[in-house]
């Protein structure tokens, strides 16, 4: 007999994450100007690339709100991603935006390079905050959470990784979280504020 596994949702949702984290380029960016494109085109283009990935969370939140899409997870260990705060500036927004994007050319590349940083983090589950979020005092968290057993061994546990977004300081090893399913293994957490 087959075991079933849960549906988790769009891994868009931790795409729109870490888009979302990067979105302060954009401002900076929009600042900045660029030679080769008209400020007119250019500061609305960058601007929407920072306010869309904050406006599509916010639905997707909405909507997980509207329809009590909940779910209740067991954590093992949780840690919080102000620890790599430092390498996030300093490795990834200062060298995008410190990059020469007077040519058509050097922006092509310097967007492509964005988009492969992106890539990179939704796809090694590295999430920041969303600058709006952080804003209301909302945290992240890289959580894992225990999943059950496997059929091979039944006392040995499994673990699946979450990206917990709260307004706790800390979440407890061997605590529950209940939150709003926002996709791709991303909860918002229903707790109240500490």
């Keep these: 007999m087959k075991n079933k596994i849960a549906y988790e949702g769009l891994e868009i949702t931790r795409f729109i ?49 509207n329809s009590e899409n909940t779910k209740t997870i067991l954590i093992s260990s949780a840690k919080d991603q102000r620890e790599h705060l430092l390498t996030y500036l300093f490795a990834m ?34 999430h920041y905050m969303n600058l709006f979020f952080a804003l209301w005092g909302y945290r992240i968290f890289t959580v894992e959470a225990k999943i059950g057993t496997t059929e091979t061994d039944r006392k040995r546990e499994r673990f699946v990784t979450y ?26 957490d229903k707790a109240p504020d500490d």
């Design 93 to 126: 927004l200062i060298p995008l935006f410190d990059a020469n994007t007077d040519e058509i050319r050097d922006l092509t590349a310097v967007s492509l390079a964005l988009v492969f940083v992106m890539f990179l983090f939704w796809h090694m589950r590295l």
């Design 17 to 65: 994450l870490v888009w979302s984290s990067l979105s302060p380029v954009f401002v900076l960016w929009a600042i900045r100007g660029v030679a080769a494109i008209s400020d007119w085109y250019w500061i609305p283009v960058c601007v929407g690339l920072f306010l869309l990935p904050s406006l599509i969370l916010w639905w997707i939140l909405r909507q997980a709100r």
């Design 163 to 188: 990206a917990v977004i709260s307004r706790r300081h800390f979440i407890p090893d061997d605590d529950t979280v209940t939150g709003y399913r926002l996709g791709g293994r991303v909860l918002f």
